[in-house]
C-alpha cells in the first residue's frame, strides 16, 4: 500500500489513500468533533479527521481508536492554546493576546508562541486554534481580549510571530504545532458589539483594514484558516465564494485547511436559515470551499444524503479530503501519530526556563498610563493596603481560555492551573520593613439562570447571566479602614471571566457591580490611591480612577499577573507597555480608534469630545524621552529615515518608537494616519540611540474604490514619536 510507505511522495501517498476510501469515510474524515470524555464512542462512530477538546486522560485512547479503523488514518487533535496550553494543568499560562500586544515585541511574542508549541506538543495535541488576526474596533463585543489589539500592522507583525513559534523548525520537528488564522474575517465588526452577529463591510472596507493581517499570515505559512460566525451583506462567512476561493486561495495562494468554527454548518440551518436541512447545508459548505467541519455531527448523514439526492458528486468530497490527508502525511502522523510523552511533560511543562519567559512578557504587558510620581513605591517601612474584588482572584490574572474560564470541565479546580495574584506578588516582593494588608472592599457580580433556558437550540449551555453584586456595607467599612491605615492603597478592579470572552458581550463599559462605590470610598480616605485595572478589554474610567494618583492598566497578564505587576510597582522592572487598543472616555464614543477615515463632521459630539481619555500607543514609564527631528535619508523603492532618542531621567528605560504615515491628499477618503513601524529602544539615563528605519513604498498603500491595492504618487508625512496622539509627534514629509 502507497500509502503506507514512507518514502513515497506525500501526493502519491494522498492519491493511493484516497482511492481507498468510500464516501463515508470521506465525509467522516472532514469532520471535527469534541470529545471532552469517551473518544473511542465518537470514533467508532464516524472515523473522524479530528478531535478538539479532548480530555487529557484520553488522548493516548483516542490515537489507538482511530488507528484501530479501518484504514488507520491518524487524528489532528486540537485545541484552543490561545495564551499556553490553558486547559493542562500546571501549563504555562501567558496573558492574554491584547496583554501581549501592549509588549509591542514581536521576538518576545514568538518566544511565547514556541514554549506553547513545546508543552503542547507534549500531551498529544497537534493543532493549536491561533493566531487571532481580528480587528478590535468594537470594545463591547466580549472577544477583544482574544486580539491584539486595534491595528492591522501591529496585529500582523504579532500574528506572525506566533505562527513562526508555533512552526519551529517544520515539519520534522517533533515540537511543531499547526497554527491558525482566525476568524476570516471581519468576526469583530459587530453590531451592538453582539457576539457574531452580522458584520456591515463592504468588500473594500475588507481589503482597507480586516484582511491585511489576514495576507499576512497566509503569506507567512499559516497552517489552516478559521471561519467567523458572522455574514457580510446576507452571506455567511461559511459560504462566502469571494473570500474562500478568490481572495485567500486565488488571490494568496493559500492551500492549507479550512475549519469552520463551532458549529459554523448547523447554524445554516438552526439560526441563519439559509439551508432546509443538513444536507443542503453540507452541500452549500463543501462546495463553498471548507475542508473541515467543526462541531456538527450532522455534517456526516448530511452529505451521503446529498450525495444520494445529486446536490453533490462523489469527487466534490476529494479536495477537502486530499488537503486535511496531505497535512497529516506532512506531519508525519502515519508514521508517528504524536502520543502524549509523559518523559517530555515532566521536563517541558511549566518549566522554569518557560515561567521565566512567561515573566518577562507579563511584565512588558503592563502599562502605566498615570503617575503623579507615587510610582515607583519606595521608603524604609511602608503600610500598603491591597484593596479590591480582583486583588486575590487567580482568575482575573488568567483571563479567558485557561483555568476555570468555564470550556474545560476537568478543570474546575484553580489550584491545577495556579497563578500569582497581586495580592501574593505584594507580600512575596515587599522588602523587610513593609507591612501589606488586605480587604477585598465588594464583589463584582452574582450570576443567575438565562430566563430563556439552560441550552440553545443545538444542546450547548447557555451562559448564566451577570447581576450586580449587592453591596457588603460591613465588606467596604473594612476597606476604607485598612486604606486608612495604609501609607499607599493600591486597588485592584476590573471584569470577571463572566463578562469577558466568548458569547459573553457587554452592552456597557462601566466598572461592573459595586466597584464604583469602593473606589469613590477609597478615593475619600485622601490616602495615595494606585488603581490597577486587570480585565479583558478596555473600560471607562470613572472620575475617582481618572483622579487616581497612578493607574495601571492589565489585561490578564497570566500566570505570573502578581510577580510581574509587583515589581514594576516596585520599580525593580520598568514599565514599557503601551496600549494596543484606544480607551474610551464613554462607550457612546464607540467605535473609537487611531486610524480613523478622514472626513468626518467636526472631531467632537455636542455633549462630549471625540479624543479618547488613552490613545493607541501611550504608556509611561519612571523616566522621560525626547525626541531629534526625523531626518530622511533616502526616498526610492524605500524611504529611509532617522531619528535619535534621549532619555532624559534618572532611570533606565525602554520607549517603543512608534512610525505613523499620514497620505497628505488621496483620490479616495482613507485614514488620517497609520502605523507603519514601531521599535522597542533601551536607554541608560542621559543616553541618545540613533534609530533607523527602512520603509517599503509597498507599505504607504491605500485601497482604491474598486478595491485595488496602490501607492499614489504625491506627499507624504512621516510621523515619529510616543504614541498615535498627534501632540506627540516629529514630522517630516517627502513626494514619491
Not at 477583544?144 to 501591529?154: A, Q, S
Amino acid at each position: 500500500m502507497t500509502y503506507r510507505d514512507p518514502s513515497a511522495a506525500v501526493e502519491d501517498r494522498v492519491a493511493d489513500l484516497l482511492s481507498r476510501m468510500t464516501p463515508s469515510e470521506k465525509a467522516a474524515q472532514m469532520m471535527q468533533l469534541p470529545a471532552w470524555s469517551e473518544p473511542r464512542a465518537v470514533i467508532e462512530q464516524y472515523p473522524v479527521g479530528s478531535l478538539l477538546h479532548t480530555d487529557p486522560a484520553t488522548i493516548d485512547e483516542a490515537i489507538t481508536a482511530a488507528a484501530a479503523t479501518r484504514l488507520g488514518i491518524p487524528l489532528l487533535i486540537a485545541d484552543d492554546a490561545i495564551h499556553g496550553f490553558g486547559f493542562w494543568p500546571g501549563a504555562t499560562i501567558f496573558g492574554t493576546p491584547l496583554s501581549m500586544a501592549c509588549s509591542f515585541n514581536p521576538e518576545l511574542v514568538e518566544q511565547a508562541a514556541r514554549v506553547t508549541a513545546r508543552e503542547v506538543s507534549a500531551t498529544g495535541v497537534t493543532w493549536t486554534f491561533s493566531p487571532l488576526a481580528c480587528v478590535a474596533r468594537e470594545l463591547r463585543w466580549g472577544r477583544v481580549d482574544e486580539t491584539f489589539g486595534e491595528d492591522p500592522h501591529l496585529i500582523g507583525e504579532l500574528a506572525t510571530a506566533m505562527v513562526r513559534g508555533y512552526r519551529g523548525a517544520g515539519d520534522a520537528d517533533p515540537t511543531r504545532i499547526l497554527s491558525c488564522a482566525k476568524h476570516f474575517a471581519g468576526y469583530s465588526e459587530t453590531q451592538g458589539g453582539l457576539d457574531a452577529s452580522e458584520a456591515d463591510l463592504s468588500p473594500r472596507k475588507l481589503r482597507s483594514w480586516f484582511l491585511p493581517p489576514f495576507e499576512r499570515l497566509a503569506r507567512e505559512g499559516a497552517d489552516t484558516f478559521m471561519l467567523g460566525y458572522q455574514a457580510i451583506d446576507g452571506v455567511p462567512i461559511t459560504l462566502n465564494r469571494w473570500l474562500l476561493e478568490g481572495v485567500l486561495k486565488q488571490e494568496w495562494g493559500f492551500d492549507g485547511l479550512l475549519v469552520t468554527d463551532w458549529d459554523n454548518v448547523g447554524h445554516l440551518v438552526r439560526i441563519q436559515q439559509v439551508a432546509a436541512d443538513f444536507a443542503e447545508a453540507a452541500a452549500m459548505a463543501v462546495r463553498a470551499g471548507n475542508d473541515l467541519i467543526m462541531a456538527t455531527p450532522e455534517f456526516h448523514d448530511g452529505a451521503l444524503q446529498a450525495l444520494e439526492r445529486g446536490l453533490l458528486e462523489p469527487s466534490d468530497l476529494d479536495g477537502a479530503v486530499r488537503r486535511i490527508l496531505a497535512a497529516k502525511f506532512r506531519l508525519g502522523l502515519f508514521e508517528d501519530p504524536r502520543r502524549p510523552d509523559e518523559a517530555r511533560q515532566r521536563v517541558e511543562i511549566g518549566c522554569e526556563q518557560h515561567r521565566r519567559v512567561n515573566l518577562e512578557l507579563a511584565s512588558q504587558g503592563i502599562v502605566l498610563l498615570s503617575n503623579d510620581g507615587v510610582l515607583p513605591l519606595g521608603g524604609e517601612e511602608v503600610k500598603v493596603a491591597v484593596v479590591g474584588p480582583l486583588a486575590d482572584d487567580m482568575a482575573a490574572c488568567l483571563g479567558d481560555w485557561a483555568g476555570t474560564s468555564g470550556q474545560c470541565p476537568w478543570l474546575d479546580d484553580q489550584s491545577l492551573t495556579p497563578a500569582t495574584t497581586l495580592l501574593a506578588g505584594l507580600r512575596a516582593a515587599a522588602p523587610s520593613g513593609w507591612e501589606v494588608e488586605y480587604a477585598k472592599g465588594c464583589g463584582i457580580e452574582v450570576l443567575v439562570p438565562d430566563p430563556a433556558g439552560e441550552f440553545f437550540d443545538d444542546g450547548q449551555p447557555r451562559p448564566r447571566i451577570c447581576h450586580p453584586a449587592p453591596l457588603d456595607e460591613a465588606e467596604l467599612a473594612r476597606a476604607v479602614e485598612v486604606a486608612e491605615w495604609g501609607d499607599v492603597v493600591v486597588v485592584a478592579v476590573g471584569d470577571t471571566v463572566n463578562l469577558t470572552g466568548e458569547g459573553r458581550s457587554t452592552a456597557t463599559l462601566e466598572l461592573f457591580g459595586p466597584q464604583r462605590e469602593l473606589l469613590e470610598a477609597l478615593a475619600a480616605t485622601g490616602v495615595p490611591m494606585v488603581v490597577v485595572v486587570l480585565s479583558g478589554k478596555p473600560l471607562v474610567l470613572p472620575e475617582s480612577v481618572q483622579e487616581a494618583a497612578a493607574i495601571v492598566q492589565a489585561f490578564n497578564p497570566g500566570a505570573e499577573a502578581g510577580e510581574a505587576l509587583a515589581q514594576v510597582l516596585l520599580g525593580r522592572v520598568e514599565p514599557s507597555g503601551r496600549l494596543p487598543v484606544t480607551i474610551p472616555r464613554h462607550v457612546g464614543q464607540l467605535p473609537v480608534f487611531h486610524n480613523r477615515v478622514r472626513g468626518w463632521h467636526g472631531d467632537r459630539y455636542a455633549d462630549l469630545t471625540y479624543s479618547p481619555l488613552f490613545a493607541f500607543g501611550e504608556g509611561l514609564s519612571y523616566t522621560t524621552f525626547e525626541y531629534s527631528e526625523v531626518r530622511i535619508t533616502h526616498v526610492g523603492d524605500e524611504v529611509a529615515f532617522e531619528v535619535e532618542v534621549t532619555n532624559t531621567g534618572a532611570r533606565p528605560g525602554t520607549e517603543v518608537v512608534q512610525v505613523y504615515v499620514h497620505d497628505v491628499v488621496t483620490s479616495v477618503t482613507w485614514a488620517e494616519q497609520e502605523l507603519k513601524a514601531f521599535r522597542r529602544v533601551g536607554l541608560a539615563p542621559g543616553e541618545t540611540k540613533q534609530v533607523e528605519f527602512r520603509l517599503p513604498v509597498g507599505e504607504l498603500s491605500l485601497v482604491l474604490a474598486d478595491g485595488t491595492r496602490v501607492v499614489e504618487p504625491g506627499e507624504f508625512e512621516l510621523r515619529v514619536g510616543h504614541s498615535s496622539r498627534p501632540d506627540d509627534h516629529r514630522r517630516a514629509r517627502f513626494r514619491l
